[in-house]
C-alpha cells in the first residue's frame, strides 16, 4: 500500500512467491484508512492479493480483517495467508515449476498439463494400467483433449498460440475442417463418412505434434528425461468412429507419473486456474508484441473448458415413452410412481459440482425428492438402499440397441475400476466415484429423500 503501482506489486509479488519453499507460507497485511500526514498510500485489497495468488500457483490458507492495535478507530488492517502446496511427494512444486518457469516457446507445454489435468478429473476410469512409476492412458483421449481445448482458441476465434505466428503445426487441414463435425467430441460419439475421416486426421496430426513438441521438452528440472514419455501406433483410417476407449488406445500410449496423476486428481481445482492464468498471460503477450489489442476476458473465456451440455430433454423424453408403453418408472430415490406425479431428472452427482452429462448420472426423481436433494451428493448409505431401483431404471432406459454402447462407453470412461459392461460394474464405480467426490470436494451429502 505503500504507493507501490500494480504493476511493481504484481513484480514484488511474484519475487516473495519465488523465496517460498514447497510448504512455505507468505503472509501479508495491508493497511485501510486516512492516510498518516506526510506518508500517501495507495488502496490495496484483498480481492488483488487473492488474484496475485492464484497466478502464481500459491494456496490461500486464510484471509480477514483486525481492528487496529493503536486503537485507532478510522484504522484497520487485512491479512491473508499463502502457501505453496506440497503433498510430500514433490508433485505439486514440480507442476508449479512446469507452469510458471518452465522455458516456453508456445502455448503448446500448457496445453498438455491442461489436458492432463482434464482428464484426471473428469475420465478416470481411462486409466488402461498402473504401477507405481506411471498410470498409462490412450494417446487417442489426450489428442481428443487436446482438440477440445485448442478449437475455440483457433477456429472460433484466431487467438495468437506462438510469437509472430498465428499458424499452429497441428492445425493442419483436418483441423480447420472440425466445424464441419459440430461440437460432438463426447466419448461415445458415433462419426462416419466424411465426418470421421476430418476427426482421424486431426487426431493423428495432434497425435504427432504432443509427441515430437511439448511431451518431448516437458523435461524434469536440470535433466534431460521427458516427464511424460509416450509411444504412437500405426493406425489406418476407419469408415466409422466410435470415439470410446478401444479406437483411442489404437493411436499409442502416453505415461503420466503417478504422483503427478494423483497430485492432479486430488488438487484439479487447485491446478487449472493456476494453467489457464499462465496461459492467458501468454497469449496477451503475443497479441501485444503484434500491436494487436486482446480483453484479457475474452481470452479467459475462450479457455474456459466446455463441459458436455447440461441437458435433460433425451432423458425426460425416454421417461414419457416408458410411461406412454405401460411401464411405471420410479423415483430412484422414494421408490414412488412417476405414472402421474411430477418429477424431474437428476443428477446423481450434482452437476454444479462436477461436470458430468453421462446417461449413468442422469435419474428420475419425484419434484419434491429433487428439490431436497438439490445439489448434495447423495449418502453412501441412500445410494445402497436405492441400488435395485437405479439398476431398474438403468436396464428399462438405456439397455436399448441404440443408447446401450453409449451408456457403457461414457461410463467406463468416466467411473474409476468398471471391468466389464455389466450394470451391477457400473453401479460399483458409482459407488467409487461417489466416495472420491465426497473426499476431494467435502460436498454436503442428502440422506433423507
Known amino acids: 500500500m505503500h504507493l507501490l503501482t500494480a504493476d511493481e506489486r504484481k513484480r514484488a509479488f511474484r519475487k516473495l512467491a519465488g523465496l517460498l519453499k514447497p510448504g512455505g507460507r507468505l503472509v501479508i497485511t495491508l493497511r485501510h484508512g486516512p492516510e498518516p500526514e506526510g506518508r500517501p498510500m495507495a488502496e490495496v485489497s484483498n480481492d488483488e492479493l487473492l488474484a496475485l495468488g492464484r497466478t502464481q500457483a500459491l494456496d490461500a490458507l486464510g484471509f480477514g480483517t483486525t481492528q487496529d492495535e493503536l486503537g485507532r478507530g478510522d484504522v484497520y488492517w487485512s491479512y491473508v495467508v499463502f502457501q505453496l502446496p506440497d503433498d510430500g511427494t514433490g508433485a505439486l512444486p514440480l507442476l508449479r515449476h512446469l507452469i510458471l518457469l518452465d522455458d516456453k516457446s508456445s502455448t503448446y507445454k500448457l496445453a498438455l498439463l491442461q489436458v492432463l489435468v482434464r482428464i484426471a478429473d473428469s475420465c478416470r476410469g481411462a486409466v488402461l494400467r498402473r504401477d507405481e512409476e506411471f498410470v498409462t492412458l490412450p494417446f487417442g483421449l489426450v489428442a481428443l483433449y487436446w482438440i477440445k481445448i485448442y478449437k475455440p482458441l483457433l477456429l472460433d476465434n484466431q487467438f495468437r498460440q506462438q510469437p509472430g505466428n498465428l499458424n499452429c503445426g497441428f492445425a493442419k487441414e483436418s483441423f480447420q475442417r472440425l466445424n464441419q463435425i459440430g461440437h460432438d467430441l463426447r466419448l461415445g460419439a458415433v462419426l462416419s463418412g466424411e465426418r470421421a475421416k476430418i476427426l482421424f486426421g486431426a487426431l493423428r496430426d495432434v497425435r504427432a505434434t ?32 466410435t470415439l470410446d476407449l478401444q479406437f483411442l488406445s489404437a493411436f499409442g500410449e502416453f505415461r503420466v507419473p503417478t504422483h503427478l496423476w494423483d497430485a492432479m486428481t486430488h488438487y484439479a481445482c487447485w491446478i487449472e486456474p493456476a494453467i489457464n492464468n499462465e496461459w492467458c498471460q501468454i497469449m496477451m503477450s503475443y ?10 476476458g475474452n481470452l479467459f473465456q475462450a479457455l474456459t473448458w466446455k463441459n458436455d451440455e447440461r441437458t435433460t430433454t433425451e432423458v425426460r423424453a425416454i421417461v414419457e415413452r416408458m410411461k406412454h408403453s405401460g411401464q411405471t418408472p420410479q423415483c430412484v430415490w422414494t421408490g414412488n410412481s412417476l405414472a402421474r406425479a411430477k418429477y424431474e431428472v437428476d443428477h446423481c452427482f450434482p452437476y454444479a459440482n462436477w461436470f458430468n452429462n453421462d446417461l449413468w448420472n442422469l435419474m428420475p426423481a419425484t419434484e419434491k425428492a429433487n428439490g431436497s436433494k438439490s445439489n448434495k451428493l447423495p449418502a453412501g448409505e441412500l445410494l445402497l438402499l436405492s441400488k435395485d431401483r437405479i439398476l431398474e431404471w438403468w436396464e428399462g432406459a438405456y439397455q436399448t440397441p441404440v443408447l446401450e454402447s453409449r451408456f457403457f462407453t461414457e461410463a467406463i470412461a468416466s467411473l474409476p475400476g468398471i471391468r466389464e459392461r455389466s450394470l451391477g460394474s457400473v453401479f460399483d464405480g458409482v459407488v467409487r466415484q461417489r466416495v472420491h467426490l465426497k473426499h476431494e470436494q467435502n460436498m454436503p451429502e442428502w440422506s433423507s429423500p
Not at 504432443?210 to 516427464?227: E, G, H, Q, S
Not at 497479441?287 to 484479457?296: F, I, K, N, Y
Open 210 to 241: 504432443i509427441k515430437d513438441m511439448p511431451a518431448r521438452y516437458l523435461t524434469l528440472p536440470n535433466d534431460t528425461a521427458p516427464v511424460f514419455p509416450c509411444y504412437s501406433e500405426k493406425i489406418r483410417a476407419p469408415d466409422s468412429i
Open 287 to 296: 497479441h501485444r508484441r503484434q500491436g494487436e489489442d486482446v480483453s484479457l
